[in-house]
Every structure is written in structure tokens, then in C-alpha cells.
T-cell receptor, first 113, second 115 residues
Framework: ETGVTQSPTHLIKTRGQQVTLRCSSQSGHNTVSWYQQALGQGPQFIFQYYREEENGRGNFPPRFSGLQFPNYSSELNVNALELDDSALYLC????????????FGPGTRLTVT | AQSVSQHNHHVILSEAASLELGCNYSYGGTVNLFWYVQYPGQHLQLLLKYFSGDPLVKGIKGFEAEFIKSKFSFNLRKPSVQWSDTAEYFCAVNEMADSWGKLQFGAGTQVVVTP
């Protein structure tokens, strides 16, 4: 069974640029959630995708957007990057039809300069 | 506002000492409760979870947690820690009304176990 994978591992961008982060869910999981973990803080919920539809959103501006594909993999897009967007971005997959348990990937470390 | 509070940001203890990490939440409804651990250089892993039933739950690596509904608490314990327990520990809550399973995390507790 393949776990949750994310790419890239690290990324450096300049303020104002756009970035796309990718996540492959664990086999059999149809739901992907994205979290932002700033340094020294716990993960903060960004949004969730269930069967290709956004299924809930946290307190993040519209420049944070996402997609889920038919194979349940997902992308997180952030436009007009700001310095405060520097963080570890975590993807978690789950199958809410069977469990609330979420399985996390290793994350993408984004640095905005 | 709904929140999850972890009492300590940093804990340093010696091997074989007992560990207890506090977690309180402010949700009024039915909740699912989790403790996750992040070992150095590794991704978040589930230590244990509480959905319903026996309020004392056992997880991996000798950890256990007790759900006390009246105190809105879900404290994590381990009777005797090892050096390999050095990690960051996160308490997380899912409100059952959020059927899509959004997790609200605490700020985390960095635990350092010295030999």
C-alpha cells in the first residue's frame, strides 16, 4: 500500500509569484485535505476535496485554490505569494466513508523571499 | 472561537521518566480526538485516536490517552519514555458536525528525552 506522497520537497519562490504543490493520496482514499504549518505552530486547515469537489474551507484567502483529479490526486495553488506564505504545506488523505482518520504526507517546504 | 490548547510548548525529561502532555479543546459538540507525533525529519503519524466508547485509549509505542468529557481534555501519557520518543506531539480535534473531517490542531509540544 503506497502512502501519501507530495512534490516537490522544497521550493523557493519570490513574493508575487505563483506556486503549485502536488499530492498523491493513499490508495483507496477519495478525500484530500491540505494544511499549512508555519514554523512553531500546528497545522492549519486550508481546504478539503472530496470526489473532485471542494468540500470545506478554512480561513484562507481565495488566492489559495485547489483541484482534485479523477485518480484523487490533488494540487494546491497559491497566487500572489506573500512572505507569510512561507511554511510547510501538508497533504492528508482519508476515506470518510469508513473513518475520520487522516494520513499525512511528508509535506512541501515553501520559502517565499 | 473554537480552539485546541496544548499546555506546554517544550518538555525536557530523562529516559525512564513519565510523560504527560495536556490537551484541552473548546468545542461544545461531539468530537473525535487524536494525538499525532512528528519525529525529526519524518511526517505526521497517528499515535492514537478516540471516537467513542472507553475513554482510556491505547496507541502505538506504549502511549495512552484519557478523554475526560467534563473537562474537555484529552491528555497523552507514557509511563516510561525512551530517547526515541524525542519528537513534536500534536493534539487534534474533529468536530462531528464537520462531517468532512476537518482537523483543528493545537500548537504542538516539543518533547526532548535525554539519555
Amino acid at each position: 500500500e503506497t502512502g501519501v506522497t507530495q512534490s516537490p520537497t522544497h521550493l523557493i519562490k519570490t513574493r508575487g509569484q505563483q506556486v503549485t504543490l502536488r499530492c498523491s493520496s493513499q490508495s483507496g482514499h477519495n478525500t484530500v485535505s491540505w494544511y499549512q504549518q508555519a514554523l512553531g505552530q500546528g497545522p492549519q486547515f486550508i481546504f478539503q476535496y472530496y470526489r473532485e469537489e471542494e468540500n470545506g474551507r478554512g480561513n484562507f484567502p481565495p488566492r489559495f485554490s485547489g483541484l482534485q483529479f479523477p485518480n484523487y490526486s490533488s494540487e494546491l495553488n497559491v497566487n500572489a505569494l506573500e512572505l507569510d506564505d512561507s511554511a510547510l504545506y501538508l497533504c492528508a488523505s482519508s476515506d470518510p466513508d469508513s473513518s475520520y482518520e487522516q494520513y499525512f504526507g511528508p509535506g512541501t517546504r515553501l520559502t517565499v523571499t | 472561537a473554537q480552539s485546541v490548547s496544548q499546555h506546554n510548548h517544550h518538555v525536557i525529561l530523562s529516559e525512564a521518566a513519565s510523560l504527560e502532555l495536556g490537551c484541552n479543546y473548546s468545542y461544545g459538540g461531539t468530537v473525535n480526538l487524536f494525538w499525532y507525533v512528528q519525529y525529526p525529519g519524518q511526517h505526521l503519524q497517528l499515535l492514537l485516536k478516540y471516537f467513542s466508547g472507553d475513554p482510556l485509549v491505547k496507541g502505538i509505542k506504549g502511549f495512552e490517552a484519557e478523554f475526560i468529557k467534563s473537562k474537555f481534555s484529552f491528555n497523552l501519557r507514557k509511563p516510561s519514555v525512551q530517547w526515541s520518543d524525542t519528537a513534536e506531539y500534536f493534539c487534534a480535534v474533529n468536530e462531528m458536525a464537520d462531517s468532512w473531517g476537518k482537523l483543528q490542531f493545537g500548537a504542538g509540544t516539543q518533547v526532548v528525552v535525554t539519555p
